[in-house]
């Protein structure tokens, strides 16, 4: 996952100077580039082709055609020298950008028709400057049949630069994930009903492939900071119940609030979120409940998911009390304070553990026959 922004240098007229920062602002709010707008200006001692030169210490150089930047007839082999050669020998890429109605020449590709800001040709321009796009879409299944002007206005909310959606319908999410995959570099999706906000930030860090051992609170932090350097969506699906502010993370991350979930692959019986849900409605027979924690302290463990760990393990140490279950209610108690001392909670852990040596280990005793 790429972090550090794209260098782009726009080589442009000085009467073009307010297209060209336009162009930058796009760039620089939905494209994750860094755009060297100043530097970019043709002065009187310059041309086109000096600038286009100097450009080639960025990543991308991006040459802004009109009437006051144009090339001169009959220098073909100079400006395809320098406009073509010169960026494929350094590997810079090169586009080309038409602003009013002098066109660039059909040989020169990359081309974009930006001679209206608000045109299909600017967000076709960040596309090419991004060079990557989202994969993990989770689009199948609906079908949209709303207005197309539905879709253009959520991609000019989150799309186009960072920011929260709300929406109702999944199939307008999920045929927004199809058409704007390319203005992100990965979508990730929550389902969020039923659902604690430690197991969504586990399932995030699973997903994104980050491992997360801290308490709940930590993991948002930690991924309020990943996710916000990166150019990722987030889809939280019927978040009812769900601080939304949570996985809103600002930055260049954007966040799509959906009031419905789409369809899903249900649960493997033993998966951790099955056995969350179990909890979530313990009505389930105590000894298979039992078995299904164990199940998940050994899932939780094997995946470093630790305060999905400790959740479940404080959620059989309260059911287990209500039953006055000593035998469970020692064995999450043990599993509480291993990780509050991981977590450097010795205080918390210190009174658990007194409490545990006094009250529930008391039947632990091994009885002796007579000898």
């Known amino acids: ?55 080639q210490t960025a990543d991308v150089i991006l040459v802004l055609f009109s009437r006051h930047c ?42 974009f028709d930006c001679r209206s800001l608000a045109s299909n040709g600017v967000r076709e321009l960040k596309r090419w400057v ?14 949209f049949t709303g207005a197309p002007s539905e879709l253009e206005d959520l991609g000019s909310a989150v799309a186009d630069r960072p920011g ?24 990730f999706r929550l389902e969020c009903a039923g659902r604690t906000p430690a197991a969504l930030a586990g399932d995030l860090g699973a997903q994104i492939g980050l491992r997360l051992e801290g308490d709940w609170p930590g993991n948002l932090e930690r991924l309020r900071g990943f996710c916000s350097a990166r150019r990722f969506l987030v889809l939280l699906e019927d978040p009812e119940g769900i601080d939304a502010g949570l996985f809103t993370f600002g930055g260049n991350c954007s966040t799509l609030i959906v009031a419905e979930s789409g369809p899903m692959e249900p649960p493997c019986a033993e998966s951790l979120r ?13 000894l298979e409940l039992c078995r299904l924690a164990r199940i998940g302290r050994r899932v939780a463990r094997d995946r470093n998911r630790i305060a999905e760990l400790y959740e479940l393990m404080r959620e059989w140490y ?35 553990e007194c409490r545990r040596a006094q009250e529930f280990t008391k039947q632990m005793a091994l009885p002796f026959g007579d000898t």
């Open 164 to 187: 929260v959606g709300s929406i109702g319908s999944a199939a307008l999410a999920y045929a927004f994930v199809r058409a704007y995959a390319e203005d992100f570099d990965e979508i």
């Open 318 to 352: 309260a059911l287990a009390e209500v039953r006055g279950d000593r035998h469970i209610l020692d064995e999450s108690a043990r599993e509480m304070v291993w990780i509050l001392e991981g977590w450097d909670r010795f205080a918390e852990a210190s009174r658990l």
């Open 70 to 111: 144009a090339l001169t007839p009959g220098t073909r082999s100079q400006w395809e020298r320098v406009l073509v050669e010169e960026p494929n020998a350094q590997g810079v890429r090169i586009g080309f950008v038409q602003c009013d109605d002098w066109a660039p020449p059909r040989t020169l590709q990359h081309r």
């Open 274 to 286: 099955a056995i969350q849900g179990e909890f979530a409605r313990p009505c389930v027979d105590w």
């Open 1 to 55: 996952m790429q972090t550090l922004p794209t260098t782009v240098f726009p080589c442009y007229a000085a009467e073009d100077r307010c297209v060209a920062a336009g162009i930058a602002s796009f760039l620089e709010a939905g494209g994750d580039a860094r755009v060297f707008l100043a530097e970019g200006e043709i002065r009187p001692n310059e041309d086109l082709l000096s600038k286009t030169r100097d450009a």
């Open 130 to 143: 991004r060079g990557r796009a989202a994969t993990g879409l989770f689009a199948e299944g609906l079908d």
